[in-house]
T-cell receptor, first 115, second 112 residues
């Protein structure tokens, strides 16, 4: 079964704690992405990675960190510096053709709630 | 600055009717315009996409109309079905830039 998996599906965190969201893909895609989705706000790009050991900030990177040590994995850490972390987090991947038509495929998402 | 504006925010259509969702963009460098469909609790999935060198693209009941001079594009869903009830996002990207810029989404409800 090819695709993108995100775990856990639901995550609860206390204020002041860091938490790491997992994203794994077996599509052999070079590029991976993290988005945040809030009601009525669409999808906003947090970080993206075009290749292993390289990543760039998206539009709302403050309070988040990522790593890309393996091609198939792109974990996202939500740090205590993120002021409003409660949201639905989506991971995506694409072949990485460096063209605008490079289709992004999304995982099922992780819903993070800060208590 | 919102580069892709989507309307309406929500839409209710009767079964068999036509659903129309509109998007407008500002950046003339955008050259790829996909539409994504998202069901509750799931990730978005690519529905249909268009390049600005064509004015219309049709796939089954789904059609994108593109107006380059007006910097607008729209999604038409013909013979809307209750199973089409979902949130729809338009998006845009440019050149070798990996980034997709999304609209804020339209919640479509198709009543039986």
């Amino acid at each position: 079964d090819g695709g993108i998996t995100q775990s856990p599906k639901y995550l609860f965190r206390k204020e002041g704690q860091n938490v790491t969201l997992s994203c794994e893909q077996n599509l052999n895609h070079d590029a991976m992405y993290w988005y945040r989705q809030d009601p009525g706000q669409g999808l906003r790009l947090i970080y993206y990675s075009q290749i292993v050991n390289d990543f760039q900030k998206g539009d709302i990177a403050e309070g988040y960190s990522v790593s890309r040590e393996k091609k198939e994995s792109f974990p996202l850490t939500v740090t205590s510096a993120q002021k409003n972390p409660t949201a639905f987090y989506l991971c995506a991947s694409s072949i990485g053709t460096a063209t605008s038509t490079d289709t992004q495929y999304f995982g099922p998402g992780t819903r993070l709630t800060v208590l | 600055q919102q580069q892709v504006k989507q309307s309406p925010q929500s839409l209710i259509v009767q079964k068999g009717g036509i659903s129309i969702i509109n998007c407008a963009y500002e950046n003339t460098a955008f050259d790829y315009f996909p539409w994504y469909q998202q069901f509750p609790g799931k990730g978005p999935a690519l529905l249909i996409a268009i390049r600005p060198d064509v004015s219309e693209k049709k796939e089954g009941r789904f059609t994108i109309s593109f107006n380059k001079s007006a910097k607008q594009f729209s999604l038409h869903i013909m013979d809307s079905q209750p199973g089409d009830s979902a949130t729809y996002f338009c998006a845009a990207s440019k050149g070798s830039n990996y980034k997709l810029t999304f609209g804020k989404g339209t919640l479509l409800t198709v009543n039986p």
